[in-house]
C-alpha cells in the first residue's frame, strides 16, 4: 500500500499530511476532510493536479492521485459537494478536491472525472482526515494579545475581481517598509495559487484553512469561521507578525461571506479593509455593503484599477481612495494604511521613532 501511495501523485491539499500512516484503503461514506486514493478517468476541465510544491502536473487517464472530500462554491467554475458514496465522482479544484458537480459556469468544461476508489486508512482502519495534520490547531495566545493585532481585511465583489493582488501588493509595499506580515486566506477552497503568490510577494509567514484542517470552507458557519481566523491570529502573534492581512474567497454574496458580515464578533476581529472590485457598480456596493457592517475601508482597488474612467465613477460615488499596485509603494498610501490600522497618533509616534 505504501509503494502505491508514494508512486500516486499527491495534491496540494495533503500539504500537512503524513502519508506514512495510511497502510490501507477502506469503504464507506466520504466526509469533508477525508484523504482518498482516486484514479483518473477522463481528463477535461482540470488537466493538471497542484502538487505539495506548487507545480502542476499533467494528468493522464488511469493515473492515481490522493485527494480529500470537500465541497466547492466557485461562481466562475462549479458548485460540488462531497459524494456520497466512494465511485464515480470529479475532481473540482486543481488542489485535489473530489466532489459530486451540481451545477457549472457554462464557460468552462465538464469536471474531469475521477473514480474515489478508497478512503485512507491508518492501521487500526481509521480514516485519515484533515483535521488531524493541522499545525494551528494547538496554538495558545491570550485574547488581549489577539485583539491588539492591527487586521486588514481584503474584500472583493466576486470570484476573480483582483483580490490576491490587492493583497500581495498591500503585503510586498507594507514588508517594504519593515513591517513583519502575515498573510491568509480565511475562506475558499483547497488551492495553492494564493498560498504562492503571498509568499513570493514577500510575506514573512503564510497560513490557509488547510493548516487548521479544512480542505474546504463552503458551508461554515461564522462561529467556525472566526475560530479559525483566532487561530491565524495567534499564529501571527507567536510569529512576531506587525500586520495580519486576511483574504476572503469569492464575494459579499457568497453565503459565507454573508454571515461573517452580519457577525459582530467578526466585525470586532478586524481594523480596517480593502475592496477589490472589477467595475464601478460592483466597487460601489462592495464597499458600501462592509462600511454598512461596521468595517472602515480604506480603498478600492483590484480589475477595476485597469479602467481609469471606471476609477473616476468609483471615486465620484464612495469618495475613497481607488488604489492601483503602484500606490502601495507610495509613502502617502502606506502612511494612511498604517495611521489607519495602528491609530493615527500611535502610528505617526512609532514612525518619527
Known amino acids: 500500500m505504501q509503494k502505491r501511495i508514494a508512486q500516486a501523485k499527491h495534491s496540494y491539499i495533503t500539504r500537512n499530511a503524513d502519508l506514512s500512516v495510511a497502510t490501507k484503503l477502506g469503504q464507506g461514506k466520504p466526509r469533508s476532510g477525508d484523504l482518498m486514493l482516486a ?8 488537466t493538471r493536479l497542484e502538487n505539495t510544491f506548487g507545480r502542476r502536473e499533467h494528468l493522464y487517464p488511469g ?66 482526515n484533515l483535521s488531524q495534520f493541522a499545525p494551528l490547531n494547538t496554538l495558545k495566545v491570550s485574547p488581549v494579545s489577539l485583539q491588539k493585532l492591527p487586521t486588514l481585511l ?35 477552497t483547497g488551492a495553492g495559487p494564493d498560498y504562492w503568490r503571498m509568499l513570493d510577494a514577500g510575506a514573512d509567514r503564510v497560513v490557509d484553512f488547510l493548516d487548521a484542517g479544512y480542505p474546504s470552507t463552503v458551508g461554515m458557519k461564522p462561529a467556525q469561521l472566526i475560530s479559525i481566523l483566532q487561530q491565524f491570529k495567534a499564529d501571527a502573534v507567536q510569529q512576531g507578525a506587525d500586520i495580519l492581512i486576511v483574504e476572503v474567497a469569492d464575494g459579499i454574496l457568497q453565503p459565507e461571506n454573508r454571515a461573517l458580515l452580519e457577525s459582530n464578533q467578526f466585525i470586532s476581529e478586524i481594523s480596517a479593509a480593502l475592496v477589490a472590485a472589477d ?3 460592483a466597487a460601489t456596493m462592495t464597499a458600501q455593503t ?4 461596521g468595517i472602515s475601508v480604506l480603498g478600492v482597488g483590484g480589475l477595476i484599477s485597469r479602467s481609469p474612467l471606471s476609477c473616476d465613477e468609483a471615486r465620484a460615488s464612495l469618495g475613497l481612495p481607488i488604489l492601483d499596485l503602484n500606490d502601495f509603494h507610495r509613502n502617502n498610501t502606506r502612511d494612511y494604511i498604517l495611521g489607519s490600522l495602528f491609530g493615527a497618533d500611535k502610528y505617526a509616534t512609532a514612525h518619527s521613532g
Not at 462592509?290 to 457592517?293: D, E, I, K, P, R
Open 39 to 46: 484514479r483518473v478517468d477522463r481528463i477535461r476541465h482540470h
Open 63 to 128: 493515473d492515481e492521485i490522493i485527494v480529500a472530500a470537500a465541497d466547492r462554491y466557485a461562481t466562475g467554475q462549479f458548485h460540488a459537494q462531497v459524494p456520497d458514496q466512494l465511485g464515480a465522482c470529479h475532481l473540482v479544484a486543481a488542489g485535489g478536491i473530489a466532489a459530486e458537480v451540481i451545477q457549472r459556469h457554462a464557460g468552462v468544461k465538464g469536471a474531469t472525472e475521477i473514480t474515489a476508489l478508497g478512503l485512507l486508512c491508518d492501521s487500526t482502519g481509521k480514516t485519515l
Open 154 to 188: 481584503v474584500m472583493g465583489s466576486d470570484m476573480n475581481s483582483g483580490k490576491t493582488t490587492l493583497a500581495c501588493a498591500a503585503a510586498n509595499g507594507l514588508r517594504q517598509v519593515g513591517y513583519r506580515i502575515s498573510a491568509t486566506k480565511l475562506t475558499g
Open 279 to 281: 467595475g464601478a457598480i
Open 290 to 293: 462592509v462600511l454598512h457592517a
